[in-house]
């Protein structure tokens, strides 16, 4: 991996933050600024599916309460009650072909929802919101 220097200018306060948290964690300065900068930056579309890339793209783009509202979604009741069921009876029996592909099928929905809603809540934390249970409905 190469990199690259950059300067940037910081107040006292951050600067003061930065070197305590490098000397508790026993790291440089630089080390702790470039993890923070890692774990801050939105997420990045390459790292999704390429199905999923174009969607998420839009949601760079979407306002802060399109985010919240995409946040507080939950599956559909009976959908989710239907995917709780099939996994049940998949670890206590044999499930069917037919309810295999189910299943499957409801996996890839339920792993997609979650992966939207996460998306959009990581967006709202880099945007500078504060993301606690108290801010939103998730399951």
Same mark, same amino acid.
């Given at each position: 991996?190469?990199? =690259?220097?950059?300067?940037?200018?910081?107040?006292?306060? +951050? $600067? /003061?933050?930065?070197?305590? %948290? #490098?000397?508790?964690?026993? $790291?440089?300065?630089?080390? $702790?600024?470039?993890?923070?900068?890692?774990?801050?930056?939105?997420? %990045?579309?390459?790292?999704?599916?390429?199905?999923?890339? #174009?969607?998420?793209?839009?949601?760079?783009?979407?306002?802060? *309460?399109?985010?919240?509202?995409? *946040?507080?979604?939950?599956?559909?009741?009976?959908?989710? /009650?239907?995917?709780?069921?099939?996994?049940?009876?998949?670890?206590?029996?044999?499930? @069917?072909?037919? =309810? %295999? #592909?189910?299943? *499957?099928?409801?996996?890839? +929905?339920?792993?997609?929802?979650?992966?939207?809603?996460?998306? *959009?809540?990581?967006?709202?934390?880099?945007?500078?919101?504060? +993301?606690? =249970? #108290? @801010?939103?409905?998730?399951?």
């Amino acid at each position: 991996m190469t990199s =690259e220097s950059v300067t940037i200018t910081l107040s006292e306060p +951050i $600067v /003061k933050r930065l070197q305590q %948290a #490098a000397q508790t964690m026993r $790291v440089s300065v630089g080390d $702790v600024l470039a993890q923070t900068i890692r774990g801050n930056l939105p997420p %990045a579309l390459a790292d999704l599916p390429d199905d999923m890339q #174009a969607d998420f793209a839009l949601l760079q783009s979407a306002d802060s *309460a399109t985010l919240w509202r995409m *946040a507080q979604e939950s599956l559909p009741p009976a959908q989710r /009650k239907r995917h709780e069921s099939l996994l049940e009876q998949n670890r206590e029996q044999q499930l @069917s072909a037919l =309810e %295999a #592909a189910e299943l *499957a099928r409801l996996r890839v +929905i339920a792993d997609r929802f979650v992966l939207r809603r996460s998306y *959009a809540l990581a967006l709202l934390k880099w945007r500078g919101h504060t +993301i606690s =249970e #108290a @801010s939103w409905d998730g399951d």
